[in-house]
């Protein structure tokens, strides 16, 4: 599994260029995961008149207030004298209302901790101070949404709340009234039920979650990680930050949507699908590139995105999950389906696997099994799961070392064919028959010219997921092993890249190449090293720790393979390749 390329690639030039091109397109899909990642943009919303004359489109440079059809002093007014503050609990969180707005002003997770060891705060004070707190009321008229924000709401209940429980903010003063119904359960999931009026007539107000998430200082970029979430009947798509603009409106149908992170997501899912919007949110704040010393002049602009979710009747009910983005969990809650019941699509895709989601979600299960049932460590789990890989890896290796003799024993026929045909030009039409008699002496020896990077190109996407599987998988967050207090990101002693380049200059060193040109081997045997190790020098210690011990056990099975007949044919025709190459070099010398 840990060689990501043909260690027996054979055929001289020609399959020294097939490497080298392997190679290369190593180098440049693992680069570009990282970079260019696939993202669907959400449609910009159509230009259109007000919600009220025109449905099915919103203009967020319209506010949506509706005509006052009746005198607004006739509007009790209700308000608080004062700030307070309620706090909801259950085993999984810690939430915190403010009356001012009715809206959180901290939302822990007990399960989870922050940077500093401490629970997990999904709040970012700094952010939601500037752009919003969760569960504002986003409306499309700016001065009702910091209305809204700032207005004294009375709540039913001051204090300490244990869930199930149900928690009401109402606000009443010239023609506006609001009503904020919040019920509460055991689980991630709280639902929500706003209702705002002016003068008797519904506002459009939405829900929002506006300014992102508190774990973003981490040991990590987290910019790159942050996205907007959608389904629309059924399908999934997620935005990367430099294609959310601010306040732009995609209407329903709406399954779910909202913004997460690497690691949390924050997650509305509409009763009435069919008739919700959705806004995205997009603003950007200057964060200390050392939080521990932050100074002025040393910041870095980040994203923070949000998002609004509501109907245009003036009453907005959803559910709403924050909290890790466990695949368990995800898996259990579905959106509203067409019956009325939570038949809908389910949250899973909010975990990005990339192109080879296909294999990471059954390693993801496979690592998680052996963490339930043979060792209770994360970074013991990745060792044992490395090591049943490479093991299931050993018949591919095995097949490339026998292809590797077929090639070499054929060698001097292909040899006498490529002699016979060099005189033509690329274009000469002969140049056809040519690959005519490789052809059949290929298949009068029955050699596969294939079979040494068929078994490659098997390895190759079983890394890209390992590595995506890594990245992904929240309970290897904050997951100790031995010198490792967090085995999602870089090793902070540099101990597992370190190694990873020494085993991999052996693993290659070990490993017979006899059609591997001299000068390109010695070439490779230095630089994919440095490569891979400058890979995991910056990324996730779970992955330098799987390829490190990947190449540990790959020497092992190599110096036994060496042993066998197989391998002492191999190394006997790398050697007289060597000698017979080094005696044409110093005969040029002497000449």
Not at 107 to 119: D, S
Not at 299 to 321: D, E
Not at 419 to 441: G, T, V
Request: charge should be positive; charged fraction near 15%; aromatic fraction near 10%.
């Amino acid at each position: 599994m840990a060689e990501y390329k043909n260690p027996n690639q054979q055929g001289g030039g020609q399959d020294s260029r097939s490497l080298l091109v392997f190679t290369m397109v190593f180098a440049v899909i693992l680069l570009g995961m990282q970079i260019f990642r696939p993202k669907t943009p959400i449609a910009p919303a159509a230009k259109q008149q007000a919600r009220q004359t025109q449905a099915g489109a919103v203009n967020s440079a319209a506010p949506a207030v509706a005509t006052p059809v009746a005198n607004s002093s006739a509007t009790p007014v209700v308000a608080a004298a004062n700030e307070s503050m309620t706090t909801v609990e259950n085993e999984l969180y810690r939430i915190t209302f403010s009356n001012r707005g009715g809206q959180v002003t901290s939302w822990i997770l007990k399960k989870y901790t922050n940077f500093a060891g401490k629970p997990l705060d999904l709040v970012s004070p700094a952010a939601a101070k500037k752009f919003g707190y969760p569960l504002s009321v986003y409306t499309y008229d700016a001065n009702l949404r910091q209305q809204l924000a700032q207005a004294l709401y009375v709540p039913s209940a001051t204090g300490n709340l244990v869930s199930p429980t149900q928690l009401t903010f109402e606000y009443s003063a010239g023609g506006l009234e609001v009503r904020k119904v919040f019920h509460f359960d055991n689980s991630y999931v709280l639902k929500a039920d706003v209702t705002v009026t002016q003068n008797g007539a519904p506002v459009e107000a939405l829900l929002a979650w506006p300014s992102g998430f508190g774990d973003q200082r981490e040991a990590r970029d987290y910019s790159t990680d942050q996205k907007i979430d959608r389904s629309s009947s059924g399908k999934a798509d997620s935005i990367a930050p430099k294609k959310v603009v601010d306040g732009e409106t995609q209407t329903g149908p709406l399954d779910w949507g909202g913004v997460s992170d690497l690691y949390f997501a924050a997650i509305f899912l509409p009763d009435s699908p069919q008739t919700s919007a959705f806004v995205a949110l997009h603003q950007t704040m200057d964060i200390p590139k050392d939080p521990e010393n932050p100074q002025p002049d040393k910041v870095a602009p980040q994203p923070i995105l949000g998002a609004a979710v509501g109907a245009a009747s003036g009453t907005t009910s959803v559910r709403l999950f924050a909290g890790p983005k466990v695949l368990s969990v995800l898996k259990s809650i579905h959106a509203m389906g067409a019956d009325g019941k939570e038949t809908g699509p389910n949250l899973m895709p909010i975990v990005h696997y990339g192109v080879f989601s296909f294999i990471a979600k059954p390693l993801f299960y496979l690592l998680r099994w052996v963490h339930a049932h043979i060792v209770g460590n994360w970074g013991w789990a990745i060792l044992v799961l490395t090591l049943f890989i490479t093991l299931a890896m050993f018949p591919t290796r095995f097949t490339m070392m026998k292809s590797s003799i077929k090639m070499q024993r054929i060698q001097p026929q292909m040899n006498f064919i490529k002699e016979k045909y060099k005189k033509y030009k690329f274009d000469d039409p002969r140049k056809a028959d040519m690959n005519k008699e490789m052809q059949e002496l290929y298949k009068k020896e029955g050699v596969n010219m294939f079979g040494g990077c068929l078994p490659m190109l098997i390895q190759m996407p079983l890394l890209f997921a390992f590595y995506e599987m890594l990245e992904n998988a929240i309970e290897l967050r904050h997951a100790h092993w031995f010198w490792l207090h967090d085995l999602s990101a870089p090793d902070p002693h540099h101990i597992l890249p370190i190694l990873m380049v020494v085993s991999q200059f052996f693993f290659q060193l070990f490993t017979p190449s006899p059609g591997v040109d001299a000068a390109q081997q010695k070439m490779m045997a230095f630089t994919m090293p440095l490569f891979s190790g400058f890979i995991c020098w910056h990324y996730a210690s779970g992955l330098a720790l799987y390829w490190a011990s990947s190449n540990l056990i790959g020497i092992g099975q190599q110096m036994g393979i060496n042993r066998t007949k197989l391998g002492r044919e191999l190394r006997e025709i790398q050697a007289r390749r060597a000698a017979k190459k080094g005696g044409k070099q110093m005969a040029a010398v002497r000449r």
